[in-house]
């Protein structure tokens, strides 16, 4: 350790931690689409007002005309892949899902704890296509999922954060559970929607995030965004 400067009370001081202190985590995607390399590069960013309209007549024909790969989820689900990494598993087609830690968590300590529910039933895009119809779902993923995490990391469910993105990275339903004190990318309230309030929107109205107005971020160059400008909507 080498000292810069010192003044009264503050000190600033150069170090250099142990190798057993000094782990860099990293995350490989290979082979990388420009999808991929696109999302960690710096762009501008706009919000988007989606209405249930705009989403049918835009953003829907958009998804369904890309190529979005969601393999590697059907590998998880079916056992192919981190079958080692599963935390906690309701094996129900219709109202079951997998727990497992997200890439992003290290798993070394509870505070900045990561991990994503995967739903076993397919076909359900995003936070759009919820109705009344999937409250069983997603009720269970809530119950079980906050007791897992319990008995396995001592966390309790007025401890994490609960939530499904919009739009969301991939388009198979999924739910985040992140420690309350971390600051996990994608908490911003333009994206993330909390799943009480979720459960609570659908039992008023079975059709709530069909018809109602969503607001979220689009990154410059998102192929979205440009199909938005191009229907005149920002």
């Known amino acids: 350790m080498t000292r810069q400067l010192k003044n009264d009370i503050y000190g600033v001081y150069h170090l250099s931690p142990p190798a057993e202190l000094n782990d860099i985590k990293t995350t490989v995607i290979r082979p990388a689409t420009e999808k991929h390399i696109k999302k960690y590069l710096h762009q501008e960013v706009y919000l988007i007002q989606e209405s249930g309209e705009d989403y049918k007549n835009i953003t829907l024909p958009f998804i369904e005309s890309q190529s979005f790969s969601i393999q590697w989820v059907y590998n998880i689900l079916e056992k192919k892949a981190e079958a080692d990494r599963i935390v906690y598993e309701n094996s129900d087609p219709d109202n079951g899902f997998i727990l497992l830690p997200d ?31 999937h409250l069983p779902l997603l009720r269970n993923i809530l119950k079980e999922g906050t007791e897992a995490i319990l008995k396995r990391y001592g966390l309790r469910g007025n401890q994490l954060r609960i939530y499904l993105h919009y739009q969301p990275s991939y388009y198979h339903l999924h739910v985040h559970f992140t420690a309350l004190g971390h600051d996990a990318p994608g908490i911003t309230v333009e994206r993330a929607h909390l799943l009480y309030d979720v459960i609570q929107n659908l039992e008023m109205d079975s059709r709530y995030y069909e018809t109602r107005m969503l607001t979220y971020a689009l990154r410059e160059d998102e192929a979205l965004l440009k199909s938005f400008k191009e229907a005149g909507k920002c």
């Open 103 to 133: 890439f992003k968590w290290n798993q070394k300590q509870v505070e900045d704890l990561y991990l994503i529910a995967i739903s076993q039933k397919k076909g359900i895009k995003s936070l759009r296509d919820l109705t009344a119809d």
